[in-house]
């Protein structure tokens, strides 16, 4: 009965099974090989052995991505044929797009211009890009261990010390899975808002409410929620084709400006601080800004969530880890010089319709073209783009939650972690629209208070920052007492040790710093709440912890086999 499904295993299967290092570099890409009688392990299509070894590591099953629903049954082996739809270039694209650096700077300058000025923004995002490559490159490093779509509460239950494993991946579990969604709300009030902003440029009479701000944000998580559901199966292409507008977006942005605006001195650029917050210093002014950098650098992870619909994931997410924080510092960068040359006028910009709604690019977009249509093409251009960053944030906050509840974190957890059938792929349909739910959820707390909704989004920042600097330090300290490691395909090798210590030291620094406001005299409609809703959302978890997760949530670890590490 099972003739058809099943290919019988021929001796040099037999001598690949009993001999194959799991990181032999040597690909073998047969459909349906078993690696491991007694365990079951297929190489699924689509994937390589180096898949179906990680993946039998670290105890999962191959879930998302399924490509028909073909299952043999023989001698307690379960072979699945799957679909890792994403290579290197969809997955580049996908997380360049979702960091949107370059992108992000235009949009979020408002508090750099406010705290720092022209230079305080340049050199601040420098001093970040150093930090967050090392953070990057710690992240990398664990991917390639352990490339699952947990990431870093998986990194944690698996490197963490045996005491302290449970706890605190329940903990970075929650943190992870919150931040991402905040993520998606983010991203989607930044597209829908900007929409605000271009009725404000082109009908100065139009008088902008939340209300509709968050009509805007639902539409725009509405159209990310379509593709990352029927639109599926064309997500790993379309990627590809975000990331040539990733890139052509940029020089449609920056070329304009470089031959049409106005441009003050180089003396100007670099050296002229502004310390509009406030503060005692204008060292301190400049440090506060750097949440301008932070926030569009944060989500270096994202590749990993998505490991497990990764074609040869060991290798192709950590090297994607990389190429993503070098590209999009880079052209970060490059407009971030460019935009401050042609902001001629810093108060004017901040001071027109546009700046006050947050958006002071547009004046200075406007300043360079001198044409309304003009302006809004290049505005359209930012506001497309970030809606493929919201289409990629949904899809990996929808994969965080769906792994957490893979491992019983949440509640409700077999809900969450179902996967269903959508335009003839399994995915995890449920967390898709729980992250739906969430951010319409957002959307109308905006109508509410925007001050209410900013300081949720904040979490962004703080949780997955927290997130970071427990996994880094979970596996410093392995490497520090010696204890072995799972074996990897890309490793940081001796400057593992060096390069943990400084990602550690940033992450400390840039974590309290983004607690504090904008501006030194603090109010209740400027006060930074991001410490108090960071709080809360701890005290939430540990409660929920100690009250439901300890009793059924064991972590990833206790799935982890050890055989095979060594």
């Given at each position: 009965?099972?003739?058809?499904?099943?290919?019988?295993?021929?001796?040099?299967?037999?001598?690949?099974?009993?001999?194959?290092?799991?990181?032999?570099?040597?690909?073998?890409?047969?459909?349906?090989?078993v690696?491991?009688?007694?365990?079951?392990i297929?190489?699924?299509?689509?994937?390589?052995r180096?898949?179906a070894?990680?993946?039998?590591?670290v105890?999962k099953?191959?879930?998302?991505?399924?490509?028909?629903?073909?299952?043999?049954?023989?001698?307690d082996?379960?072979?699945?044929?799957?679909?890792?739809?994403?290579?290197?270039?969809?997955?580049?694209?996908?997380?360049?797009?979702?960091?949107?650096?370059?992108?992000?700077?235009?949009?979020?300058?408002?508090?750099?211009?406010?705290?720092?000025?022209?230079?305080?923004?340049?050199?601040?995002?420098?001093?970040?890009?150093?930090?967050?490559?090392?953070?990057?490159?710690s992240?990398?490093?664990?991917?390639?261990?352990?490339?699952?779509?947990?990431g870093?509460?998986h990194?944690?239950?698996?490197?963490?010390?045996?005491?302290?494993?449970?706890?605190?991946?329940?903990?970075?579990?929650?943190?992870?899975?919150?931040?991402?969604?905040?993520g998606?709300?983010?991203?989607?009030?930044?597209?829908?808002?900007?929409?605000?902003?271009?009725?404000?440029?082109?009908?100065?009479?139009?008088?902008?409410?939340?209300?509709?701000?968050?009509?805007?944000?639902?539409?725009?998580?509405?159209?990310?929620?379509?593709?990352?559901?029927?639109?599926?199966?064309?997500?790993?292409?379309?990627?590809?084709?975000?990331?040539?507008?990733?890139?052509?977006?940029?020089f449609?942005?920056?070329?304009?400006?470089?031959?049409?605006a106005?441009?003050?001195?180089?003396?100007?650029?670099?050296?002229?601080?502004?310390?509009?917050?406030?503060?005692p210093?204008?060292?301190t002014?400049?440090?506060?800004?750097?949440?301008?950098p932070?926030?569009?650098?944060?989500?270096?992870?994202?590749?990993?969530?998505?490991?497990?619909?990764?074609?040869?994931?060991?290798?192709?997410?950590?090297?994607?880890?990389?190429?993503?924080?070098?590209?999009?510092?880079?052209?970060?960068?490059?407009?971030?010089?460019?935009?401050?040359?042609?902001?001629?006028?810093?108060q004017?910009?901040?001071?027109?319709p546009?700046?006050?709604?947050?958006?002071?690019?547009?004046?200075?977009?406007?300043?360079?073209?001198n044409?309304?249509?003009?302006?809004?093409?290049?505005?359209?251009?930012?506001?497309?783009?970030?809606?493929?960053?919201?289409i990629?944030i949904?899809?990996?906050?929808?994969?965080?939650?769906?792994?957490?509840?893979?491992?019983?974190?949440?509640?409700?957890?077999?809900?969450?972690?179902?996967?269903?059938?959508?335009?003839?792929?399994?995915?995890?349909?449920?967390?898709?629209?729980?992250?739906?739910?969430?951010?319409?959820?957002?959307?109308?707390?905006?109508?509410?208070?925007?001050?209410?909704?900013?300081?949720i989004?904040?979490?962004?920042?703080?949780?997955?920052?927290?997130?970071?600097?427990i996994?880094?330090?979970?596996?410093?300290?392995k490497?520090?007492?010696?204890?072995p490691?799972?074996?990897?395909?890309?490793?940081?090798?001796?400057?593992?040790?060096p390069?943990?210590?400084?990602?550690?030291?940033?992450?400390?620094?840039?974590?309290?710093?983004?607690?504090?406001?904008?501006?030194?005299?603090?109010?209740?409609?400027?006060?930074?709440?991001?410490?108090?809703?960071?709080?809360?959302?701890?005290?939430f978890?540990?409660?929920?912890?100690?009250?439901?997760?300890?009793?059924?949530?064991?972590?990833?670890?206790?799935?982890?086999?050890?055989?095979?590490?060594?």
């Open positions: 009965m099972l003739m058809g499904l099943w290919h019988h295993k021929t001796d040099e299967q037999d001598e690949f099974d009993q001999n194959v290092s799991p990181y032999d570099d040597k690909q073998a890409h047969a459909e349906t090989v690696v491991d009688n007694e365990a079951g297929a190489v699924t299509h689509g994937g390589t180096h898949d070894l990680d993946m039998h590591r105890g099953q191959q879930q998302l991505r399924v490509w028909g629903n073909q299952i043999a049954v023989l001698e082996v379960m072979i699945d044929w799957y679909q890792r739809n994403f290579r290197f270039l969809s997955i580049l694209g996908f997380t360049c797009t979702l960091m949107s650096t370059w992108e992000g700077i235009i949009a979020s300058s408002t508090f750099g211009l406010i705290d720092g000025g022209l230079a305080g923004m340049i050199w601040i995002y420098i001093g970040t890009t150093v930090g967050f490559l090392a953070v990057v490159a992240m990398a490093d664990m991917a390639s261990m352990a490339p699952t779509s947990g870093q509460y990194w944690v239950s698996e490197f963490a010390p045996q005491r302290y494993q449970k706890f605190l991946s329940y903990i970075v579990g929650w943190l992870s899975a919150l931040g991402w969604q905040s998606t709300g983010s991203s989607s009030y930044l597209a829908g808002t900007m929409i605000q902003a271009i009725l404000v440029f082109c009908y100065p009479e139009y008088n902008p409410t939340r209300w509709q701000g968050s009509l805007f944000m639902i539409a725009m998580v509405l159209v990310a929620t379509f593709f990352n559901t029927w639109g599926a199966s064309q997500l790993p292409t379309l990627e590809g084709v975000i990331l040539v507008l990733h890139i052509f977006g940029f449609a942005i920056l070329i304009p400006l470089w031959v049409l106005p441009r003050n001195s180089a003396t100007e650029v670099f050296t002229s601080f502004s310390n509009g917050g406030g503060w210093s204008m060292g002014a400049v440090i506060i800004g750097q949440i301008v932070i926030f569009c650098f944060v989500g270096p992870d994202a590749a990993t969530h998505m490991a497990e619909e990764i074609k040869d994931a060991s290798i192709i997410v950590p090297r994607c880890m990389i190429w993503t924080a070098v590209l999009n510092a880079t052209l970060g960068l490059i407009i971030l010089i460019t935009y401050c040359f042609c902001i001629t006028d810093l004017g910009a901040l001071n027109s546009t700046g006050a709604l947050g958006y002071p690019y547009i004046s200075v977009f406007y300043g360079a073209t044409s309304k249509g003009g302006t809004v093409a290049m505005t359209s251009i930012l506001i497309a783009l970030l809606l493929c960053c919201c990629s949904l899809a990996t906050a929808s994969r965080q939650t769906f792994a957490f509840a893979r491992d019983n974190g949440l509640p409700f957890s077999p809900f969450f972690s179902k996967v269903s059938s959508a335009a003839g792929l399994e995915i995890p349909l449920n967390a898709v629209l729980g992250s739906l739910s969430i951010t319409i959820i957002l959307a109308l707390i905006n109508i509410g208070s925007t001050a209410a909704f900013n300081c989004v904040s979490l962004l920042v703080s949780s997955l920052f927290t997130s970071y600097f996994s880094i330090s979970c596996i410093l300290l490497r520090l007492k010696g204890e490691l799972p074996p990897s395909r890309w490793s940081l090798g001796s400057l593992a040790i390069l943990n210590i400084f990602a550690l030291a940033y992450i400390f620094f840039a974590f309290i710093m983004s607690f504090f406001p904008i501006y030194a005299t603090v109010t209740t409609l400027n006060m930074n709440w991001a410490v108090l809703i960071y709080s809360v959302v701890m005290i978890a540990i409660s929920i912890y100690f009250l439901y997760g300890r009793n059924i949530y064991e972590g990833p670890v206790v799935k982890v086999r050890q055989s095979v590490m060594q």
